[in-house]
Antibody, heavy 123, light 107 residues
Framework: QVQLQESGPGLVKPSQTLSLTCTVS??????????WSWIRQPAGKGLEWIGR???????NYNPSLKSRVTISVDTSKNQFSLKLTSVTAADTAVYYC???????????????WGRGTRVIVSS | DIQMTQSPSSLSASVGDRVTITCQAS??????LNWYQQKPGKAPKLLIY???NLETGVPSRFSGSGSGTDFTFTISSLQPEDIATYYC?????????FGGGAKVDIK
């Protein structure tokens, strides 16, 4: 059974870059038509999809964050990563990585999630 | 973006009660709708996919229905372990979007 684990700094200064990595175990990141997403959740609020990447390197981003987000993949390490630039307090949230599979053109459901990592943006 | 509106945002019910949550999409999304359960401090867990399909291992007291713009999530007999926030999510168009959540408590 595939497992995902987020890692990265828990504290980032305003205007700096947030960098997180998700390590996938129990399965290959390159399997079939799977995609790998980042999703975030500010404290007490709902879920926001940040973007996704396929093993091929193809990406899709939420337009609300597109100018600041880069998602990359390292298939040799079975990892994918998130970079979010020019962070502000509004980027403080729990960040989850998750797996989806293309069922229709746009995607499908998230059937595997990491435990989440809390990132605080503060000086 | 497709907006997903859930109601109610919170509810309290007794053990054994039938609980219903609705999710309305801002445009027709066919059956491209999923439901997740999130317990405090935990990651969301997939319960229902493609509007009405029960994920493997999920108790049969959970169910989903609907198509187009209107969807319903039901717990047929509320159990203490069902205390959580429930989210709907659409996959008809990018960006993938979630509803605002419905928090379920025990009365």
């Amino acid at each position: 059974q595939v497992q995902l684990q987020e890692s990265g700094p828990g504290l980032v200064k305003p205007s700096q870059t947030l960098s997180l990595t998700c390590t996938v175990s129990g399965g290959s990141i390159s399997t079939g038509s799977q995609y790998w997403s980042w999703i975030r959740q500010p404290a007490g609020k709902g879920l926001e999809w940040i973007g996704r990447i396929y093993a091929s390197g193809s990406t899709n981003y939420n337009p609300s964050l597109k100018s600041r987000v880069t998602i990359s993949v390292d298939t040799s390490k079975n990892q994918f990563s998130l970079k979010l630039t020019s962070v502000t307090a509004a980027d403080t949230a729990v960040y989850y990585c998750a797996r989806g599979t293309d069922i229709v053109e746009v995607g499908s459901w998230f059937d595997a999630w990491g435990r989440g990592t809390r990132v605080i943006v503060s000086s | 973006d497709i907006q997903m509106t859930q109601s109610p945002s919170s509810l309290s019910a007794s053990v054994g009660d039938r609980v219903t949550i609705t999710c309305q999409a801002s445009q027709d999304i066919s059956t491209y709708l999923n439901w997740y359960q999130q317990k405090p401090g935990k990651a969301p867990k997939l319960l229902i996919y493609d509007a009405s399909n029960l994920e493997t291992g999920v108790p049969s007291r959970f169910s989903g229905s609907g198509s187009g713009t209107d969807f319903t999530f039901t717990i047929s007999s509320l159990q203490p372990e069902d205390i959580a926030t429930y989210y709907c999510q659409q996959y008809d168009d990018l960006p993938l979007t979630f509803g605002g959540g419905a928090k379920v408590d025990i009365k």
